[in-house]
Structure formats: structure tokens, C-alpha cells
């Protein structure tokens, strides 16, 4: 059973700060991996998305990359401001299931 | 531009009460799919579909139904509601599963009391 980590679970930080989340797989047969930003009480907004084909995507100041062979994401937000936070969350696609697992979240507190 | 709608936003249930949450999607998306999220855990898959007139159960599956009898609509049908299902509810849909982007609706906040 695929199992989805993400560390750390909260994390405050003052402004301006470059941060770096993580999301790692128990079972690295991930092909294609989401972050998404979800604000409380909305929903969850894709941020990313890493194609079978591809190692990492940028958009603005996030990065996001992924290697298949350790089951690992990471999520780079450069010169984060108050308006970052949220709770980011990763979903790797497994082929063979047609479904995406998510992790439960990182809670981000940017603070000015 | 409404993309993925939700109803309602927030119901309470008793328990025994049943209900359906409506979701429907202007994308033309094949892959539609339903998720419970509890506080501070990560979403779990309920039921997805792959095209009108097919769906499949997910991890939690116990406890609801669904149909799609369009591309557009993917109602879930709670019976006989339980404490237990007292979660947000997400609706997503994707025009691809293996490539494409998740778009979610709002959600639906449901207490079962």
C-alpha cells in the first residue's frame, strides 16, 4: 500500500525566507506527482505538476522536482511572504491504480 | 469559468439521514473523482470514475454510493449516515488520470450528529 509522507507537518517562518518542503513514497511507482496549495476552508489548488517524463517544473518563485528511483518531492518556495501561507500538499499518480495519493500536509506560517 | 461545483458548501445530518453531495464539471473532463479529507490527515479516495457509466470503489468505499450517468455529473450518495462521516468532502475531476491536472471543487462540509 502506497504511503505518502511530508515533512515537516508545520512550519513558521518570518518573511523572506527560502523554505524547502518535502513529500516522500513508500513505493517509488509514482508517475506523475501534484502540489497543491489548499487555504482554509477552500479547496486544493494545483501549484505543479511533474510529468512521467519530466524531473522538475518551476512557476514564479516554486520549484518543485522529483526523483523516482528514492520516491522523493521537495518543494522550494524562494523569498516566501505572509501571502505563502497555506497548507501545501503532494499527490503522486500510481499508474496501475488510476488513482492519486496525497500526503496530509505541510502548514506553512509566513510571518511578516 | 465555474470549472468543478460543489453542493452544498455545509449540511448536519442526524444520524440514519440520507443524502446526496452534487458535484458537476463544465471541462469536459473524462476522470472524476471523490475524496473525504479529516482534519489534519491527507485526502482519501471514496469513488472515482473513468467515463459515463463507469465508476470504482477507492480506499473508503463503505457506507456511500455514486452514478455517472454524464460526463458532467458525479453525485455521492451517503445512506444511513454514522458520526463517521462527519469530514469535508472534495470533489475532483482530471482529463487525464495519468497526466492531468487535479481540479478540485470547494467542498462540502458534513456533520453527522
Known amino acids: 500500500k502506497q504511503e505518502v509522507t511530508q515533512i515537516p507537518a508545520a512550519l513558521s517562518v518570518p518573511e523572506g525566507e527560502n523554505l524547502v518542503l518535502n513529500c516522500s513514497f513508500t513505493?517509488?511507482?509514482?508517475?506523475?506527482l501534484q502540489w497543491f496549495r489548499q487555504d482554509p476552508g477552500k479547496g486544493l489548488t494545483s501549484l505543479l505538476l511533474i510529468q512521467s517524463s519530466q524531473r522538475e517544473q518551476t512557476s514564479g518563485r516554486l520549484n518543485a522536482s522529483l526523483d523516482k528511483s528514492s520516491g522523493r518531492s521537495t518543494l522550494y518556495i524562494a523569498a516566501s511572504q505572509p501571502g505563502d501561507s497555506a497548507t501545501y500538499l503532494c499527490a503522486g499518480y500510481v499508474y496501475n491504480f488510476n488513482k492519486f495519493y496525497f500526503g496530509s500536509g505541510t502548514k506553512l506560517n509566513v510571518k511578516p | 469559468n465555474a470549472g468543478v461545483t460543489q453542493t452544498p458548501k455545509f449540511r448536519i445530518l442526524k444520524i440514519g439521514q440520507s443524502m446526496t453531495l452534487q458535484c458537476a464539471q463544465d471541462m469536459n473532463h473524462n476522470y472524476m473523482y471523490w475524496y473525504r479529507q479529516d482534519p489534519g490527515m491527507g485526502l482519501k479516495l471514496i469513488y472515482y470514475?473513468?467515463?459515463?457509466?463507469?465508476?470504482d470503489k477507492g480506499e473508503v468505499p463503505n457506507g456511500y454510493n455514486v452514478s455517472r450517468s454524464t460526463t458532467e455529473d458525479f453525485p455521492l450518495r451517503l445512506e444511513l449516515a454514522a458520526p463517521s462521516q462527519t469530514s469535508v468532502y472534495f470533489c475532483?475531476?482530471?482529463?487525464?488520470?495519468?497526466?492531468?491536472?487535479?481540479?478540485f471543487g470547494s467542498g462540502t462540509q458534513l456533520s453527522v450528529l
Open positions: 470514475s473513468v467515463g459515463a457509466g463507469i465508476t
Open positions: 475532483a475531476s482530471s482529463d487525464s488520470g495519468s497526466s492531468g491536472k487535479l481540479f
Open positions: 513505493d517509488s511507482a509514482i508517475y506523475n
